[in-house]
């Protein structure tokens, strides 16, 4: 089997019906690694999936892979997040694949947007810095309790709060949009343009 006969594309309500395959993969997987992860519920991803914010990679109508974004603190922050190849199509790279789609999706609909990753695979963080991602504290993160309480399904979640949310097992990485511009663009700048852009939704 070659990369070029799974297809990549971003999930909508035709492929609700993978849900299942999708959690039990990467329950699975977790198992397998002996690592925690953030747990999802069925609802959760089949809204992902409705919102235009999922990837699925399918080999015929077989699963082959998945992995979805979201926002946080009022879309200031992104992740990619739910990565999973099925063991039968690893190593073809699909992780890769579905990656620089997520990614790409990311960026195109929250153009200013950080993007970051909180991670304990090897992989994600070799793609990660492939992307331009850098390894940060996890105070440069968001504080969005929405996305902190994700973690609470995790087995290493007493170490987090032990830390008071400093430090745990997995490795923070950001991918600060500001950084790849060539030229730094003032705060009272970017402050005009934002009260401009307001005032432009309110009048029309
Ligand atoms: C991690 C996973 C998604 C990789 O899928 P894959 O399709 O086999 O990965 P790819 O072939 O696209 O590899 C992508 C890159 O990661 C590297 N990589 C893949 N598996 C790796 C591993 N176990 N350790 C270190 N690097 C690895 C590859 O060498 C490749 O880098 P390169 O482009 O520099 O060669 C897959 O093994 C999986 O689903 N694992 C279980 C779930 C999981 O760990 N998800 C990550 C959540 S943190």
């Given amino acids: 089997m070659k990369l070029e006969d799974i297809t990549v594309e971003v999930a909508s309500e035709k492929h609700l019906a993978y849900v299942d395959q999708i ?11 002996g690592t925690g992860i953030a747990r999802r519920k069925p609802e959760y991803l089949a809204q992902k999936i409705c919102e235009a914010k999922a990837v699925i990679a399918l080999y ?9 974004i979201e926002t946080w603190e009022h879309k200031r922050y992104v992740t990619t997040s739910g990565l999973i190849v099925h063991p039968d199509f690893r190593g073809l790279s699909l992780a890769k694949k579905i990656k620089d789609l997520t990614f790409s999706l ?28 850098k390894p940060v504290t996890f105070a440069e993160l968001t504080n969005d309790e929405a996305f902190w309480k994700g973690c609470e399904g995790c087995i290493n ?8 949310r400093k430090y745990c097992i997995c490795t923070g990485m ?6 790849h511009l060539p ?15 307001h005032d432009e939704e309110i009048n029309g």
Wanted: aromatic letters at 10%; charged letters at 30%.
């Fill in 106 to 133: 990311a960026r195109t609909r929250w153009p200013n947007a950080k993007i970051f990753s909180l991670t304990s695979g090897a992989a994600v963080m070799v793609m990660n810095t492939q992307l331009g991602y």
């Fill in 60 to 68: 015929k109508d077989r699963f082959a892979g998945f992995s979805y």
């Fill in 174 to 179: 950001l991918f600060d949009p500001e950084e």
């Fill in 23 to 33: 959690l039990k993969a990467i329950e699975d997987a977790a198992q397998v690694r």
């Fill in 157 to 164: 979640v007493d170490i987090l709060k032990r830390t008071d």
């Fill in 183 to 197: 030229a730094k663009i003032p705060q009272e700048v970017l402050d005009r343009i934002a009260k401009l852009d």
